[in-house]
């Protein structure tokens, strides 16, 4: 089935140690998004790409980075965790319509990141 | 800031009960408000997309109604079995560029 990976699932990490996560899709969809939940809060766009555009959002700290080597992979980079980053992180992606209109989005099961 | 409010925020019903829960969301500039079902170890998965004002959805067990104009939107289940246990998160839409502002989600328990 195609689908949305993300590895790894749980992810514990050391206050300030740079870390990184990963999506990866079979569904060569042309935009991938980054989305950050803390605990029962709902879940916030960091970023996303629109195939190699990538498209910040005002309020994302300068901390979060992305990178987008291909369609098929998308990685989140922390470059020094702090405890407020501790959340759970998921991966999406969607295809766009003929006149850029942005189409479902489609998620994977999310990377649970612990900072200690 | 767009607001996006979702309630009740946790709700416990038995098996065959049927439920409801809501979703407000701004009234100006919609373009789509979609629900998704979040189930524990899983991917958050789409239940419906609705663009249009009287909007109603139906899947299965599961349906939604739409009113843009007041800025809210219901989700139904009815006869709740214990497999529909999962977070239920609304997303709003204000342009097609693609950004959803979601929900806190409404956590649904159902007991056998």
Known sequence: ?116 | ILNVEQSPQSLHVQEGDSTNFTCSFPSSNFYALHWYRWETAKSPEALFVMTLNGDEKKKGRISATLNTKEGYSYLYIKGSQPEDSATYLCAFSGTSYGKLTFGQGTILTVHP
């Open chain 1, 1 to 116: 089935d195609a689908m949305v990976i993300q590895n790894p699932r749980y992810q514990v990490t050391q206050f300030g140690k740079p870390v990184t996560l990963s999506c990866s899709q079979t569904l060569n969809h042309n935009v991938m998004y980054w989305y950050q939940q803390k605990s029962s809060q709902a879940p916030k766009l960091l970023f996303h790409y629109y195939d190699k555009d990538f498209n910040n959002e005002a309020d994302t700290p300068d901390n979060f980075q992305s990178r987008r080597p291909n369609t098929s992979f998308c990685f989140l980079d922390i470059r020094s965790p702090g405890l407020g980053d501790a959340a759970m992180y998921l991966c999406a992606t969607s295809t766009t319509s003929g006149r850029g209109a942005y189409n479902e989005q489609f998620f994977g099961p999310g990377t649970r990141l612990t900072v200690l």
